[in-house]
């Protein structure tokens, strides 16, 4: 019966000359979302509003599946409309419309009619008084209540007249594409992919970087991380993956330092050759899957030997969070079952058994010196074989 949506969004809503940035973002991201549905649909905005209307037969559950990938949207809400063929008219069509979405006619109510079209000949509090009434006279079971209403239903005049009374929640955040672009340490793991997700819900757009260490890493860990690029962009729209080639890099430390300073050292520089790439295509920041005290390399001290080696900001949403607050996120946004497939990623074939929970800066700088010699090199090879994968 439903025909129609409209979009509900908040915080976009209250940024004054940026506004329509914002609403042309959104529609855009609207517009991707619903091309990945069967059917026709046309999106449009009007009024301060925004409407996704059916032009075919469509799947009525995946389009709410679809919509709710996309950040903006603070609220779906499936409309039916109707002609405007007079008042009484509308009152046959509304008490429709309660006997299909409320079978059983025994709700609260409430009438909240906006009249965006003028010269409609009653007023919005006419049409709730007047529409209330018809409803209590068809519908024993039915009462109003101002105050706290089971269904607070919306009647719109327009050209047509849209009639809707449920609002879907959606993901909140803003539009991708408002906020910049960043650059996501993503590896295979649980939590990158939900920092990457959280990221993205402030409107930023998201590239990413995996290393990869082969033969030690496989080829299927790096096809998990490329299905994990791809569940994430389905919030975030297309993913340029960019996988650098680590074995020669992490040989050379393993050959060259302390091996309970391992983990730091190669994090230190995937940071660097991450910053680089991040120069190079435009993002403003990187993004990792980091949490306080979550493993060795992320304790306070090892985020600082980590953080040290860069300028740009390191944005880690997760730092605050639980391991099981951020596997909940990770269920919800679906990435959970791929990032648990055993795989090894590069990190885990070389650890050491004791890894430094405190690893002091200078010590490592001063390891950092046996490197000298062709660190430099095998930092630009890497960059230079960087394999793009472009994953929507
Ligand atoms: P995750 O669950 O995201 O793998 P983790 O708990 O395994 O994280 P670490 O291995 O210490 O943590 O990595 C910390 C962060 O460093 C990751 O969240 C990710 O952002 C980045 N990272 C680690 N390994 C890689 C890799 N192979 N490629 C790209 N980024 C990586
Ligand atoms: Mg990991």
Request: charged share 25%; glycine share 6%.
């Amino acid at each position: 019966m439903f025909t129609a949506f409209l979009i509900k969004y908040a915080e976009i809503g209250v940024k004054g000359k940026n506004r329509y940035i914002f609403e042309d973002a959104l529609v855009q991201q609207i517009k991707y979302a619903v091309k990945r549905c069967d059917g026709e649909f046309k999106v449009y905005r009007t009024e301060g509003r925004i409407y996704v209307e059916a032009l075919s037969e469509f799947d009525f559950d995946e389009v709410v599946d679809n919509l709710k990938t996309v950040f903006g949207i603070s609220g779906i809400c499936p409309v039916v409309y109707v002609e405007d063929e007079g008042f009484e008219k509308l009152g046959e069509d509304v008490l429709k419309y309660i006997g299909e979405v409320y079978p059983e006619k025994d709700k609260t109510f409430k009438v909240c009619a906006r009249r965006a079209r003028k010269n409609y000949p009653l007023t919005s509090m006419e049409i709730n008084s007047e529409m209330g009434g018809i409803i209590l006279d068809n519908c024993p079971k039915m009462r109003v209540d101002v105050h706290k209403p089971d269904i607070m239903l919306h009647i719109e005049i327009r050209e047509k007249i849209y009639i809707y009374s449920n609002i879907i929640p959606g993901p909140g955040g803003m539009p991708v594409g408002t906020g910049g672009k960043a650059m996501l340490l993503l590896s295979g793991g649980i939590d990158s992919p939900v920092a990457g997700y959280m990221i993205a819900k402030r409107g930023v757009k998201i590239d990413a970087v995996y290393f990869h260490a082969p033969p030690y890493t496989s080829e299927r860990a790096k096809q998990k991380v490329v299905d994990l690029a791809r569940l994430v962009s389905r919030y975030t729209g297309p993913i340029y993956l960019h996988v650098i080639n680590f074995t020669d890099i992490q040989l050379y430390i393993y050959e060259k330092c302390p091996h309970d300073e391992l983990t730091i050292i190669m994090r230190r520089y995937m940071m660097r050759i991450a910053e680089k790439i991040a120069q190079d295509t435009g993002c403003l920041g990187l993004i990792t899957g980091e949490s306080i005290g979550q493993v060795a390399s992320q304790t306070m001290q090892s985020l600082a030997a980590t953080n040290e080696v860069c300028t740009m900001p390191v944005y880690r949403p997760l730092i605050g969070f639980d391991k099981m607050e951020i596997v909940e996120l990770s269920e919800k946004i679906n990435t959970y079952e791929t990032s648990i497939l055993p795989y090894e990623d590069c990190c885990t074939i070389f650890v050491a058994k004791h890894p430094v929970t405190k690893p002091n800066l200078n010590i490592i700088k001063k390891h950092e010196e046996n490197l000298e010699e062709k660190i430099a090199e095998l930092v630009e090879t890497a960059l230079k074989n960087d394999e793009l994968i472009i994953v929507r």
